[in-house]
C-alpha cells in the first residue's frame, strides 16, 4: 500500500487539490449522483469513492465506528408498522464491542461469551433480504458481517 500511496499513478497531491479520478465513461455511465447513496466497489484506496462524494454522493448504510458523538436523525415512521410519529428526531449513541466489555470488566462481571451474528432482526438497511426464519441477511454471495452479538455476564459468586 505505501507504494500505491507514494506513486504518480494515485497522484494524491493532485487529488487534495481537487482532481477527480473519475472517467468520461464512468461519469456517463452513472449520472448525477447528487443527493444520491453511494456504495462503490472495487476502490482501492477510496479516491474513486471520494470523488464520487465531491460530485454529491451520499454515503450508503455507513457510520464511522470510533465515532462516540451523537447520532441525530429524523425519521417519520418507527421501525414497527405503527403510524406517523409526532417527534420525528431520533439520537442515538453509538458504543463499540470493546468499550461495553470493558465496561462490564470494571464494573466486576466475569463475561462468560461474546458471539456475533451475520443477520439483523429488522430490515434496517435498504440492502437486507428478509429469509422465511423472519431475519434479514446481505444477499447470498455478498460478504458476511456481524450485524448483532450477544454477550452475557455474570457477577462472580460468593468467596
Known sequence: ????????????????????????????????????RLVHLQCHIGLDTLSWARRGALA?????????GPIVDDYPFSYTDGPALEHTTEVEF????????TALA???LRIE????WDFEVFGRFEVLQRR????????????????????????PGPA
Request: charged share 25%.
Open 1 to 36: 500500500m505505501p507504494i500505491h500511496l507514494a506513486s504518480s499513478f494515485y497522484d494524491l497531491a493532485g487529488f487534495r487539490a481537487g482532481a477527480d479520478t473519475l472517467r468520461p465513461f464512468e461519469l456517463a455511465e452513472v449520472g448525477d449522483v447528487t443527493g444520491r
Open 106 to 108: 470494571e464494573a466486576g
Open 132 to 155: 422465511d426464519d423472519g431475519i434479514y441477511r446481505l444477499p447470498a454471495g455478498q460478504p458476511r458481517v456481524p450485524m448483532l452479538y450477544s454477550l452475557r455476564a455474570s457477577a
Open 113 to 116: 461469551f461474546v458471539h456475533e
Open 60 to 68: 450508503m448504510v455507513t457510520r464511522d465506528y470510533f465515532d462516540r
Open 94 to 101: 453509538q458504543h463499540g464491542l470493546g468499550e461495553i466489555i
